[in-house]
């Protein structure tokens, strides 16, 4: 090896130690602060507009929570109000970009629902692994997964969850039924479902491919038929109930669950592969047995109906929903009620302004976020428009005019 080539070589093993050890999100913390304003907007021409339309380049968000979802080149919106999923090819760098491709509809001007292979009823939630994207479809009471990323309109999807086919919309209480899935995602090979009414998490350890599908584990409940919002031994919350969860994150081999219902997020130090299995740390609580929304006044430490989490490098994210805001945890908290060290949408932890239509404030209902290490996409329900925060700066690392055209290996 010539010493141009080690050099090269030592270059790039320098660039995947940065990446595996979470330096480039700390670098981009940089810009960070609270209440900073958005870089672009989708769904609405400015800042300042929140007008509700059916068309490539609007949204109708209005009733609903929404968790988009980005493999880190494309964007995936779920316009439930329209009855559909919107797809972005590429991650929109100016206001009111229009979308490529769009499933539950053939077209981006019908907003029909219905109960089949390509249509939606109320579809909340969207994630992908990079080669699948799978769609909750609350009101039908199932999960709907795509095996490839859709790239033409109207696409079928290619096999249901919590149904037997995709004609059923019932909801149920067993392994292989659903009661209004809200959050939904893959944490390596494995993928899980949140359950709003049914109090709890699947886990299945394989994607399922075929209709109607028995999940493996479940978070929240003692079996698969039960759906307590109490501890069966204590009577009261604890350290493995569920109340209303609605999203879930992984990091570093952990499990993360927004837990609605008990304001507050769990972290369990290993994803569970048992029943039942009690958490390690709680957020927004400052134990196990409480649940009060903004326990002893709004603050750093604090939640309100949270809807959502994300993390992703070394950071941790969680929407407040009736404060109006996220907070930002620069690393995973590692101990009860940690205090967050950003927050988005108010200038302070004290604040919980709203209604305003601006670049650095939420209209109302921030729900399921989304991110790429560089960027953050937080929908603002009421404001009918998704907001894309730039976290670090967007231009490439310049390597010189070789890597430009590709000549060096």
């Given at each position: ?118 249509k939606f009823r ?49 909801s149920g209480l ?171 949408g108010q200038k ?62």
């Open positions: 090896m010539t010493a141009r080539r080690r050099l090269v070589h030592i270059f790039f093993v320098f660039l995947m130690w940065t990446a595996d050890c979470g330096l480039s999100t700390y670098l981009a913390y940089a810009k960070l602060e609270n209440g900073m304003d958005a870089a672009v907007v989708v769904g609405q021409k400015d800042f300042t507009s929140s007008g509700i339309g059916t068309s490539a380049t609007t949204l109708d968000l209005s009733t609903f929570v929404t968790h988009i979802a980005t493999d880190g080149t494309r964007l995936f919106v779920p316009d439930t109000d329209n009855q559909r999923v919107l797809i972005y090819n590429k991650i929109p760098s100016h206001n009111g970009v229009a979308a490529d491709v769009v499933i539950g509809q053939t077209d981006f001007v019908t907003k029909t629902q219905g109960t089949s292979a390509t109320n579809p909340v939630a969207v994630a992908t692994n990079g080669r699948q994207l799978a769609v909750a479809d609350l009101t039908n009471n199932r999960v709907l997964i795509y095996n490839n990323i859709p790239i033409s309109n109207g696409t079928s999807a290619d096999v249901v969850i919590g149904q037997s086919d995709f004609s059923g919309s019932g067993a392994s292989n039924r659903l009661n209004n899935p809200r959050g939904i995602g893959w944490i390596g090979e494995k993928f899980f479902i949140t359950e709003r009414n049914n109090n709890r998490v699947l886990i299945f350890n394989k994607t399922p491919t075929a209709n109607g599908a028995s999940a493996d584990v479940v978070i929240g409940q003692a079996n698969f038929t039960s759906n307590l919002t109490t501890d069966i031994a204590t009577g009261g919350r604890s350290a493995r109930v569920l109340v209303a969860p609605h999203d879930i994150a992984g990091a570093n081999g952990k499990l993360i669950i927004a837990e609605q219902g008990s304001n507050r997020v769990l972290i369990f130090n290993s994803v569970p592969t048992t029943n039942y299995a009690r958490a390690d740390i709680v957020i927004g609580q400052p134990d196990f047995t409480s649940a009060t929304g903004n326990n002893g006044g709004r603050s750093a430490r604090t939640l309100n109906d949270n809807n959502a989490v994300l993390y992703f490098g070394r950071e941790l994210f969680v929407t407040d929903d009736v404060n109006n805001r996220v907070l930002v945890f620069k690393q995973l908290p590692s101990s009860n009620f940690s205090p967050a060290d950003f927050v988005l302070d932890f004290t604040s919980s302004a709203t209604g305003i239509t601006s670049a650095r404030d939420f209209k109302g209902l921030m729900e399921g976020i989304a991110g790429n290490g560089r960027q953050l996409f937080i929908p603002d329900e009421i404001g009918n428009r998704i907001l894309i925060f730039n976290l670090a700066d967007q231009s490439a690392v310049k390597l010189g005019p070789q890597f430009d055209q590709g000549k060096a290996v």
